[in-house]
């Protein structure tokens, strides 16, 4: 079974290249995966195709409209009544490599991407399951933040990533540590030479001192990680 996307957006042109390119298009073109783009815009109910209209209570900016979102909801709901249908939105639950995990686990995700101030409160309340942010900063709309959830769990699915030992050693797969340093030819690039503990074939050292290169780099920089 392959991994099911779906993707609610009024930009569906937006993710022309990240699907036809990168690791996401080879997971598709092999059938891993599959992405269903829908323009939330066809689902408008007035002549004109408006998705958005004015806050009641005044304000500014506009309003994603209840009829064109619950449409494209809907639609995918009944295309794929299974999947989790996930908002993007800064106020959702801040994303993290465990939650891409729980999602390529499953059978799939839609994603709704919404843009303006927002979406009416109403969508939220009856037709979406989960909220993700993908960091504390505001984005354009949805679509970008798609993107990231969609790259970060698509790579998770198995048989995305040719060789799933990539997938255990690096950053974020253990939260509490970052990564190693990484070298490779020439061993001495403009007199800046590569660590001799890596030349020496010793894989028990090499370990040790990748551990606690992972370790040092973690207290200086992302002491919130073991802080947690
Ligand atoms: N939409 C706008 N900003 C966002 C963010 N940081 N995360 C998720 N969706 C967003």
Redesign the pocket.
């Known amino acids: 079974m392959s991994f099911a996307i779906e993707i609610l957006t009024l930009f569906p042109e937006f993710f022309d290249s990240p699907l036809s390119t990168s690791l996401i298009g080879k997971a598709c073109d092999a059938e891993l995966a599959t992405v269903l783009r829908t323009n939330i815009r066809d689902f408008a109910t007035d002549k004109h195709h408006t998705t958005d209209d004015l806050p009641f209570g005044g304000g500014a900016g506009m309003v994603l409209k209840c009829e064109p979102a619950v449409g494209a909801l809907e639609a995918a709901r009944d295309r794929n009544p299974s999947l989790p249908r996930i908002?993007?939105?800064?106020q959702?639950e801040r994303?993290t490599q465990a939650i891409a995990a729980e999602l390529a686990a499953g059978p799939g995700m839609i994603l709704f991407?919404?843009h303006y101030e927002g979406v009416d409160e109403r969508v939220r309340e009856g037709w979406i399951d989960r909220e993700?942010?993908?960091?504390?900063?505001?984005?354009?709309?949805?679509e970008?933040?798609?993107l990231?959830?969609l790259d970060a769990v698509v790579r998770l699915v198995p048989g995305v990533v040719g060789n799933p030992e990539s997938l255990v050693e690096e950053s974020f797969t253990d939260p509490r540590r970052i990564e190693h340093p990484h070298y490779t030819r020439p061993r001495d690039f403009r007199g800046m030479e590569v660590p001799e503990v890596l030349l020496s074939g010793h894989h028990a050292k090499i370990e040790a001192w990748r551990r606690e290169q992972s370790e040092a780099r973690t207290r200086s920089r992302r002491p919130d990680l073991i802080d947690d």
């Open positions: 908002y993007l939105t800064p959702g994303f991407c919404g993700i942010c993908i960091g504390d900063y505001v984005l354009t709309g949805g970008p933040a798609a990231v959830l």
